[in-house]
């Protein structure tokens, strides 16, 4: 795995952590179901797709939107992924939020490996999808 270069840690780790956010407060209708489902694909496309991001540039911030890409990427990553969103839900919850869930995401996804202390069941998740990049990469 391997992010585009382009796209900064911290740019990186903040789409990681709104997508965590967005698996940790889908509805309960969605906790039941696998992260391929086409409800739960819509709902993370809606919740993810919308963001832009305001970039500070020398005439000014300017508001970047990578709707499109952000919404192929979120997309991809689920049809791919026939894990069940509460499981996802459950991951991140153990690892202390959205917030550690990304970091050691990012981590992964950059260096290849899973931190020691992110435990057993987050290295299983991750070594197990696919997509994580691209969805780092496109919404960030």
């Not at 906790?31 to 832009?52: A, F, H, I, S």
Request: hydrophobic fraction near 45%.
């Amino acid at each position: 795995m391997s992010a585009a270069p382009e796209v900064s840690d911290a740019a990186a780790i903040k789409a990681l952590e709104r997508f965590a956010r967005a698996i940790e407060d889908a509805p309960d209708h969605l906790q039941k179901k696998n992260l391929n489902d086409r409800e739960v694909v819509e709902y993370l496309t809606r919740v993810m797709g919308d963001k832009g991001s305001v970039e500070a540039t020398t005439n000014g911030p300017v508001l970047r939107v990578n709707w499109m890409g952000c919404t192929i990427a979120i997309a991809k990553f689920a049809a791919e992924n026939g894990i069940p969103v509460a499981k996802v839900s459950r991951i991140i919850g153990k690892l202390g939020g959205f917030a550690k869930f990304a970091k050691y995401a990012w981590r992964y996804i950059k260096e290849g490996h899973v931190p020691p202390e992110a435990g057993e069941e987050f290295a299983d998740f991750v070594m197990a999808v696919s997509g994580l990049d691209g969805v780092a990469s496109a919404c960030a």
